[in-house]
């Protein structure tokens, strides 16, 4: 792989290279609500290691880039404002932290990124800083962090509040949450503080650890971060806000951001918006890495590939379908009859959403009921779906990237770890035979593997103008 950071990264073959993650979450259900039941599922042990050492190991075969892990810290309960309906679906909930899963999966893979998802609205920076550090040591630096803002109030009651920030609110406010990260993770600690003389019986280089003396709106921390500079320091930063707020966000901070729009109209749309926030950030539009939310249903060929998705369907859970969907769409579904026509239900938002997912799905013009709205989210979630055996998979995937412009896809899962073993054995070998695909990794951090310059975050992102190291290096 040749790249550098102002052009999309090529493969050997001088083609443009698409980049894989797959998407997953610490519980049982994720995208697919029901297909827990279906007798391949794995999903259930999600709360054991070795479910997650074996997709770690599953993915590394595959050459993956990362693994990224969402996160939310309360259960959807906007369906019958009740949190029921989530728990006996198992719609993202019960749901296990997932930092902790780190560790054991670093240990059984080498080159394997984690991007995890964490919220800035209930953890003061000082002690998440230590966290990230402590998991960009122990990976050797294959760690990124999902900045979320939070978008469920039932976490915000569960911390102790009426409700969330405001929208914009939350996004100033984690702007400065971030400024905090960066000045420990960043400013705080010198390149050679540690200097481990034995000799003289000293560990660190106290003129070379600082204080921050950050003291803004929302958080005073005034002394020195207590982990000494990791590979990366800052680890890989991603972020997935579609709002004009949330994309000024990541123009400012973000190096990979994560879409879902189920049509390529709506995500080339989106990609725009990104890079040119981006450029608005006085950075290239493509130091950001974008991925596009995918599900692959896949097999020997397109008629096994067909089978499979006919299989999956009867095990979709509508119900559980329409909790995630109330959600994160803000709206209670449970008002509406399962076989209500969509075109009586009285909703702009689930009027446009239909529309949306009737494109997506080919079937324009065609009535929809709610069952059939809660059945098109139960394979893959709100992301588009791609049925076909690994040459058809691959051909959808190139053209997806090539009338898009984006730089991957997060590989949602219908089935687990199943959906992930498919693509390593049909898709990613047929990617390779168009040259869109790497044969190996590339050695080096998350960052470095991402852009090809180096481990650190470049000069013209927001958070360089906090490192020591390039003032030590100008001064």
Not at 101 to 127: C, I, K, N, R
Not at 154 to 180: I, K, P, T, W
Request: hydrophobic share 35%; with cysteine.
């Amino acid at each position: 792989m040749t790249h550098t950071p102002s052009q999309p990264p090529t493969t050997p073959s001088g083609q443009r290279e698409i980049l894989f993650n797959a998407f997953d979450m610490n519980c049982v259900v994720h995208q697919s609500p029901g297909l827990w039941r279906h007798p391949e599922d794995r999903a259930r042990e999600y709360n054991t290691l070795k479910y997650w050492t074996d997709v770690a190991k599953t993915l590394e075969k595959g050459l993956f880039d990362g693994l990224f892990i969402a996160d939310v810290l309360g259960p959807y309960d906007v369906y019958a404002d009740s949190p029921d309906a989530a728990l006996s679906s198992g719609a993202q909930v019960p749901v296990n932290d997932p930092f902790l899963l780190v560790s054991a999966m670093a240990a059984v893979t080498e080159h394997l990124g984690f991007g995890l998802t964490a919220g800035t609205a209930y953890e003061h920076p000082y002690p998440f800083a230590r966290r990230l550090g402590t998991l960009d040591h122990l990976t050797g630096g294959r760690v990124g962090w999902n900045v979320v803002t939070g978008y469920l109030p039932s976490a915000a009651q569960n911390m102790g509040q009426d409700d969330q920030l405001e929208h914009d609110a939350r996004y100033d406010h984690a702007d400065e949450y971030m400024d905090v990260v960066y000045k420990l993770l960043e400013g705080s600690w010198e390149d050679d503080a540690v200097v481990a003389d034995k000799a003289a019986g000293v560990f660190t280089d106290t003129s070379k650890v600082h204080r921050i003396e950050h003291q803004g709106e929302h958080f005073k921390t005034p002394g020195i971060s207590v982990v000494e500079p990791s590979p990366q320091r800052t680890p890989v930063i991603y972020q997935a806000g579609a709002s004009t707020r949330g994309r000024a966000f990541a123009g400012k901070h973000a190096e990979a951001v994560f879409i879902n729009p189920p049509t390529k109209e709506l995500a080339e749309q989106s990609v725009q918006r990104i890079r040119q926030a981006a450029a608005d950030a006085g950075r290239d539009p493509y130091s950001v890495r974008i991925f596009a939310m995918q599900t692959v249903v896949t097999g020997a060929d397109d008629a096994a590939a067909q089978a499979k998705y006919d299989d999956l369907v009867q095990y979709i859970d509508p119900i559980g379908g329409l909790v995630l969907m109330s959600g994160w769409m803000g709206l209670d579904l449970s008002q509406f009859d399962l076989d209500q026509p969509i075109g009586d239900v009285e909703s702009n938002a689930i009027q446009s959403t239909v529309e949306t997912f009737q494109k997506a799905s080919g079937r324009e013009g065609e009535p929809w009921t709610v069952r059939q709205l809660a059945e098109w989210v139960g394979v893959g979630g709100f992301g588009p779906v791609i049925v076909g055996g690994g040459e058809s998979a691959a051909r959808q995937l190139v053209e997806w990237q090539e009338e898009t412009d984006v730089d991957g896809f997060n590989l949602a899962y219908h089935i687990t770890p199943g959906t992930f073993e498919d693509i390593v054995e049909h898709v990613v070998p047929e990617l390779q035979k168009l040259g869109r695909y790497k044969t190996e990794y590339t050695s080096g951090t998350m960052r470095h593997k991402l852009f090809g310059a180096g481990d650190h975050l470049p000069e013209t992102h927001h958070g360089a103008q906090f490192q020591l190291r390039r003032q030590a290096q100008n001064g």
